[in-house]
């Protein structure tokens, strides 16, 4: 059982580049999430799945897009990175009245 | 929409002594509120959380406290240990299915031994 699995673990990226960060859950939990953070600004919400099928803008969802791939997989995808997207990102997945599941997070740099 | 605000920003205490984390929100329907611990370098994990119907919650030395009318709730960390030092976040949520969680902008704890 290994929870939340975010791939790849670091990035570095040349601006305009294009990459998809990776997010799969093996707890069955109907909805996950992708967060961004930042050093003072807390954990900041891009994109959201509620459940299998569906997919909703965050706090933050410029310059990205999402894809709920299955019921365990929730990718993000940069398609034209910018300096400013650079940041820490986590998926996490929740299902009931508990909090969320954090994934171990994707260290991006855009150069 | 829902906002968290988090004070303070930095905390130090000596071994031994008590924290208080302190945080407020905005939306009196929020119904959720989990406290967070992010070690350096690592994934926030959960460490207490309390729901509107529930006024404390305690957990060996945590303790979490709401004031619903007031709309903030509170950390407070007993004994404190060099291993409780990181980055602790609030967060806030409504509803009773689906849930995203607000977080607040996070307090850096330095337990000095």
């Known amino acids: 059982n290994a929870g939340v699995t975010q791939t790849p673990k670091f990035q570095v990226l040349k601006t305009g580049q294009s990459m998809t960060l990776q997010c799969a859950q093996d707890?069955?939990?109907?909805?996950m999430y992708w967060y961004r953070q930042d050093p003072g600004m807390g954990l900041r919400l891009i994109y959201y799945s509620a459940s299998e099928g569906t997919t909703d803008k965050g706090e933050v969802p410029n310059g990205y897009n999402v894809s709920r791939l299955n019921k365990r997989e929730f990718s993000l995808r940069l398609e034209s990175a910018a300096p400013s997207q650079t940041s820490v990102y986590f998926c996490?997945?929740?299902?009931?009245?508990?909090?969320?599941?954090f994934g171990s997070g994707t260290r991006l740099t855009v150069v | 929409g829902e906002n968290v605000e988090q004070h303070p920003s930095t905390l130090s205490v000596q071994e031994g002594d008590s924290a208080v984390i302190k945080c407020t929100y905005s939306d009196s329907a929020s119904n959720y509120f989990p406290w967070y611990k992010q070690e350096l370098g690592k994934r926030p994990q959960l460490i207490i959380d309390?729901?509107?119907?529930?006024g404390e919650k305690k957990d060996q030395r945590i303790a979490v406290t709401l004031n619903k009318t007031a709309k903030h709730f509170s950390l407070h960390i007993t004994e404190t240990q060099p291993e409780d030092s990181a980055v602790y976040f609030c967060?806030?949520?409504?509803?009773?299915?689906?849930?995203?969680?607000?977080f607040g902008t996070g307090t850096r704890l330095l337990v000095s031994p």
């Open positions: 309390i729901r509107s119907n529930v």
């Open positions: 996490a997945s929740k299902t009931g009245m508990r909090g969320y599941t």
């Open positions: 707890m069955n939990h109907n909805s």
């Open positions: 967060a806030a949520s409504k509803g009773t299915g689906f849930q995203k969680l607000v």
